[in-house]
């Protein structure tokens, strides 16, 4: 079957990679695609926004399968747009409804979902800017550090954490007065919590679920975890602390308790669901719920796939994933992401990439921001190229993973060399 991917980061080149081992596989197309994947499939410079478009292209490739790797189309109602227009209902979506994606698109309606299913998550409350005295009330029943989160898609960069009641109070009033646009005209104000993250993905037809392999990423960009927040540095798969008993928490209070909420309120979701789990005290509490893949755990959760993807993605099509089999590579995976020098803020581009012929047969480079000019692979995005490395344990794929990521060099580059440790 023809196969339409969308996006253009690590995430998608990772899945791509996965689905192009597929035998179930005819072409693979992907929009807009990257220098990187350009080798898996045919890379067609359409916009990820525009549905008309990716629409038509669906109808004249016969497209069978639509696999959408960012938010931002989903919370924007491409799955709505392709069950509602003819001739491409026919067309199986993977990523959910609109309906499903404000578990991501809105912070306050994925906690109000988690209260009405009691999935473990915070203590919180949601404030509008008619609110702002309410809020500040809120505010003061907390212990410190506090945590303010738009409600709305921020890329990111809608979660502030504050060590002082002075600093939150003044976040707040900012916030609630537009400080990130129509995002923050409401903001959830939690608890704070105390622990190690874990990412874990599910696919989802609705119905059944299968768990996939978890990872842990790093978010910020200097080592031992200091200074700004970052799309992510690096991953690691398994993580040491999810264990059986800790994953049969997870569930069995979280995963179920999720799919089947959705299930009960009508909200039709076929896809990947991402659980921003953090360990506290030993037991699983959410952080945030995301409708796609995680960039960069996707780099190490595809490798760690043994099973055919494209298999379990026709069972959330078909709504018999409880049918299809899903197999782990017992091998860890350790993703290391080079960037841009400045980056999360300002940053040059444009810079020639060299030594990639130099990296081990065994590792495998996700592209995430390069691009091609003149001839030569160049920088082109604050998150640049990844290596990820399979070792008999983590310790050995993450020495693999830092001998190979050095071999790629360009100027400025910039990478975190304490990814996994902490675990
Ligand atoms: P989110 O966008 O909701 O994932 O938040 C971004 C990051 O902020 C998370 O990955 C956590 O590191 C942190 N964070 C969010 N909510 C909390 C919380 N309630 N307690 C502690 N840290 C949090
Ligand atoms: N790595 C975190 C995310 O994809 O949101």
Not at 108 to 116: H, Y
Not at 394 to 415: C, G, H, P, S
Request: charge should be negative; hydrophobic fraction near 40%; proline fraction near 5%.
């Amino acid at each position: 079957m023809n196969i339409l991917l969308l996006g253009s980061g690590g995430r998608e080149h990772a899945l791509a990679w996965k689905i192009a081992q597929s035998p179930r596989l005819t072409r693979l197309y992907m929009a807009p695609g990257n220098p990187g994947m350009a080798s898996l499939g045919e890379c067609v410079n359409l916009k990820v926004s525009d549905f008309a478009a990716i629409g038509q292209f669906a109808l004249d490739h016969d497209i069978r399968l639509l696999v959408v790797g960012p938010e931002n189309p989903l919370v924007d109602g491409i799955a709505d747009y392709f069950k509602t227009t003819p001739g491409l209902s026919q067309v199986g979506v993977i990523g959910p409804t609109k309906a499903g994606a404000r578990l991501e698109g809105s912070k306050d309606f994925a906690k109000a979902f988690m209260q009405r299913h009691a999935i473990p998550t915070a203590r919180y409350q949601t404030f509008d800017g008619t609110q702002l005295k309410e809020g500040l009330k809120f505010l003061s029943t907390l212990e410190p550090p506090y945590v303010l989160k738009a409600d709305g898609l921020c890329a990111g960069k809608g979660v502030l954490i504050l060590p002082t009641l002075k600093e939150a109070r003044k976040e707040l009033e900012e916030m609630l007065g537009g400080m990130f646009g129509l995002a923050s005209s409401r903001v959830v104000i939690e608890e704070y919590l105390d622990g190690i993250e874990c990412s874990v993905f599910v696919l989802t037809d609705g119905r059944h679920y299968k768990i996939l392999p978890e990872a842990k990423d790093y978010k910020r960009i200097g080592e031992y975890d200091c200074g700004l927040n970052t799309g992510g540095m690096g991953s690691v798969s398994p993580v040491p602390f999810a264990t059986a008993e800790w994953m049969q928490k997870v569930e069995d209070r979280i995963v179920r308790p999720t799919v089947e909420g959705l299930a009960q309120e009508g909200i039709d979701y076929k896809g990947f669901i991402f659980f921003g789990l953090i360990n506290v005290k030993g037991e699983p509490m959410v952080i945030e719920y995301n409708c796609r893949m995680g960039d960069p755990e996707t780099e190490t959760v595809m490798p760690r796939l043994s099973c055919d993807l494209v298999d379990l993605f026709e069972g959330v099509v078909a709504g018999d994933l409880d049918r299809r089999e899903v197999s782990f590579d017992p091998r860890a995976a350790v993703n290391v992401m080079l960037v841009s020098g400045g980056y999360p803020q300002e940053y040059q581009k444009g810079f020639p990439i060299e030594g990639l012929a130099q990296v081990s047969p065994d590792a495998i480079v996700f592209h995430s921001g390069t691009a091609v000019k003149d001839g030569k692979l160049v920088t082109a995005g604050g998150r640049v190229i990844s290596v990820t490395c399979y070792g008999r344990d983590k310790a050995e794929a993450l020495q693999q993973a830092m001998d190979n990521v050095q071999k790629i060099t360009y100027t400025d580059r910039y990478y975190r060399r304490d990814i996994g440790q902490d675990l």
